[in-house]
């Protein structure tokens, strides 16, 4: 689709290909069909078409196929932005992506990360295609990190609904908050990796300078041909690139409508008030069932208007960041490590409890 491409390969220090690639270089890992994702896919597709023909069923895989249903119509678009994203980044050069986010370990680089988070308009899913993919591109760790906290339900679309449901000043209060433990969690990661209790980003090329973005972004689209061939690279590289991403999300939409269809949603209002204990079943609450951010949304607000919990609120969409598996699995094959996806509900949560304790009692 461009000649940026295969400058932005020679400047990329060599990596072990452990990312959307499926998470082995190995031949055989390559050979073999990857059951999960073609499990999980034909599973979905088989649930939707039953639910969406209207066939009769029995009530409990009526209600399983209802979650999937609506899990995938919910966040499809989402998804197919960040396919098209992810396409896109293939060929974005390195030096480029070092140019807009800043230099890693920097507080600056870290407040880019956070901003272009708040500002990309897409689901917390598609988000994570994106993330992954800046982190391949060089983005430090702590980048990487900020950019998926400070994101998932911070777009255009969803901040007009928030206001809608909770009016305009609650939900700046939230879009800043979560840009601010974006910064914190983003600061935390990459002194974690300086001291070397987190592992380095080999995809990070340290002799990479930050240059001028408009030149490099006027080379960038000269080089780009708008033709079928390049449209079906694009397709291609976006599937390919997100491959690993999907797995997880297609694992994770079965298992939430399994838990959806034994846990109803709208006990929330009843059960989790603004105590402490309210915003401890909270964040158990949506660890076990994995909403997107568009779904998140009207339980947030029911938790706001219903159990007049601000605080519960704010941590139910926050704590899907830190504690949803699909995103811990993602990071734990992206990045080839358990620690590195686990420190991330052990940095995020305990600073979204804080800030939930302080806001019910400020509400």
């Not at 994570?128 to 800046?134: A, N, W």
């Not at 240059?211 to 041909?225: W, Y």
């Not at 079928?228 to 694009?234: D, I, K, Q, S, Y």
């Not at 804080?354 to 019910?360: F, K």
């Given at each position: 689709?461009?000649?940026?491409?295969h400058?932005?390969?020679?400047?990329?220090?060599p990596?072990?290909?452990h990312?959307c690639c499926?998470?082995s270089?190995s031949?055989?890992?390559?050979?073999?069909?990857?059951?999960?994702?073609?499990g999980s896919?034909?599973?979905?597709?088989f649930?939707?078409?039953?639910?969406?023909l209207?066939?009769?069923?029995p009530?409990?895989?009526?209600?399983?196929?209802?979650?999937?249903?609506e899990?995938?119509?919910t966040?499809w678009?989402?998804?197919?932005?960040?396919?098209?994203?992810?396409?896109?980044?293939h060929?974005?050069?390195?030096?480029?992506?070092?140019?807009?986010?800043?230099?890693?370990?920097s507080?600056?680089?870290?407040?880019?990360?956070?901003?272009a988070?708040?500002?990309?308009?897409?689901?917390?899913?598609?988000i994570?295609?994106?993330?992954?993919?800046?982190y391949?591109?060089?983005?430090?760790?702590?980048?990487v990190?900020?950019?998926?906290?400070?994101?998932?339900?911070?777009?255009?679309?969803l901040?007009?609904?928030?206001?809608?449901?909770?009016?305009?000043?609650?939900t700046?209060a939230?879009?800043?908050?979560?840009?601010?433990?974006?910064?914190?969690?983003g600061l935390?990661?990459?002194?974690?990796?300086?001291?070397k209790r987190l592992?380095?980003?080999p995809?990070?090329v340290a002799?990479i300078?930050?240059?001028?973005?408009?030149?490099?972004?006027?080379?960038?689209?000269?080089?780009?041909?708008l033709t079928?061939?390049?449209?079906?690279?694009?397709a291609?590289?976006?599937?390919?690139?997100?491959?690993?991403?999907?797995?997880w999300?297609?694992?994770?939409?079965?298992?939430?409508?399994?838990?959806?269809?034994?846990?109803?949603t709208?006990?929330?209002?009843?059960?989790?008030?603004?105590?402490?204990?309210?915003?401890?079943?909270?964040?158990?609450a949506?660890?076990?069932?994995?909403?997107?951010s568009?779904?998140?949304?009207?339980?947030?607000?029911?938790?706001?208007?219903r159990a007049?919990?601000?605080?519960?609120s704010?941590?139910?969409?926050?704590?899907?960041?830190?504690?949803?598996?699909?995103?811990?699995?993602v990071?734990?094959d992206?990045?080839?490590?358990w620690?590195?996806?686990?420190?991330?509900?052990?940095?995020?949560?305990?600073?979204?409890i804080?800030?939930?304790?302080?806001?019910?009692l400020?509400?």
């Open positions: 689709m461009t000649e940026h491409c400058s932005d390969k020679t400047q990329t220090a990596a072990p290909e990312g499926g998470g270089n031949q055989d890992t390559k050979s073999r069909p990857d059951l999960l994702l073609w896919l034909i599973a979905c597709a649930l939707y078409g039953l639910y969406g209207g066939i009769p069923l009530e409990w895989l009526t209600h399983v196929a209802h979650g999937v249903f899990l995938l119509n966040m678009w989402g998804v197919a932005l960040g396919i098209v994203f992810v396409g896109l980044l060929f974005v050069p390195q030096t480029l992506v070092v140019s807009l986010l800043g230099r890693g370990g507080l600056s680089g870290i407040m880019r990360a956070t901003a988070g708040v500002l990309m308009d897409l689901c917390s899913h598609g994570l295609m994106v993330g992954m993919k800046l391949q591109k060089g983005a430090s760790l702590g980048q990190m900020a950019f998926l906290v400070a994101s998932p339900w911070n777009s255009l679309s901040t007009l609904v928030m206001i809608a449901l909770i009016g305009l000043p609650w700046l939230f879009i800043a908050l979560s840009m601010v433990l974006g910064v914190i969690t935390i990661f990459d002194a974690l990796v300086a001291r592992q380095y980003n995809a990070l002799e300078e930050s240059a001028p973005v408009l030149p490099q972004l006027k080379q960038l689209l000269s080089g780009i041909r079928p061939a390049g449209v079906a690279e694009l291609r590289q976006g599937l390919q690139g997100s491959r690993m991403v999907l797995r999300l297609l694992f994770g939409v079965l298992l939430a409508s399994l838990i959806r269809a034994l846990v109803p709208d006990v929330f209002a009843d059960w989790f008030g603004p105590t402490f204990l309210g915003l401890l079943l909270t964040a158990v949506a660890t076990i069932i994995e909403v997107c568009e779904g998140s949304t009207p339980i947030a607000a029911d938790l706001m208007n007049r919990a601000p605080g519960n704010f941590l139910f969409l926050m704590a899907g960041v830190a504690t949803d598996y699909t995103e811990i699995m990071i734990k992206t990045m080839q490590s620690k590195t996806a686990l420190f991330l509900p052990l940095v995020v949560l305990p600073q979204v804080v800030v939930g304790v302080v806001l019910n400020a509400g």
